[in-house]
């Protein structure tokens, strides 16, 4: 399957955080963040994007180097990851577009707007209005 965008985000934002993770030594947070990437891998059902599925391998290697062995082989590869260089990520990719804002009037919240992160106080005020309730 094609990769879509929102999987290219979370797949490049997780290689982005392993690998500092990982030069870190909090190898938890790591783990963390490859199941968030499992979890949304999971809900494609059958629409996995192989290059998803082998660079979450790859990132998995270091913490269960036999499952990792193990799965490379699963996607149609012959020769050991060992030899496979270490995930690349495009910090382009790591950067949020767009951000949710809550929506206050009278400090009770009101609701929430997506708008583009650079947007000024008049667009964010104009989307807020659109939302009211």
């Not at 979370?10 to 990437?37: C, P, Q, R, W, Y």
């Not at 996995?48 to 998995?60: D, G, I, R, W």
Request: proline share 3%; hydrophobic share 40%.
């Amino acid at each position: 399957a094609e990769m879509d965008d929102e999987t290219t985000k979370i797949l490049h934002k997780t290689m982005k955080k392993v690998t500092e993770d990982i030069e870190s030594m909090s190898f938890n947070t790591a783990i963390s963040a490859m199941m968030v990437l499992t979890n949304h891998l999971t809900s494609l059902k059958d629409q996995v994007p192989k290059e998803a599925a082998e660079k979450l391998v790859l990132m998995v290697s270091p913490f269960a180097p036999h499952i990792g062995e193990e799965c490379w082989s699963l996607l149609g590869h012959e020769t050991s990851l060992a030899h496979h260089p270490w995930v690349e990520y495009d910090e382009s990719l790591c950067v949020d577009n767009t951000v949710v804002i809550g929506v206050q009037v009278n400090g009770k919240k009101r609701g929430e707007i997506e708008i583009a992160v650079d947007a000024d106080q008049d667009t964010a005020m104009t989307e807020a209005k659109k939302d009211s309730k």
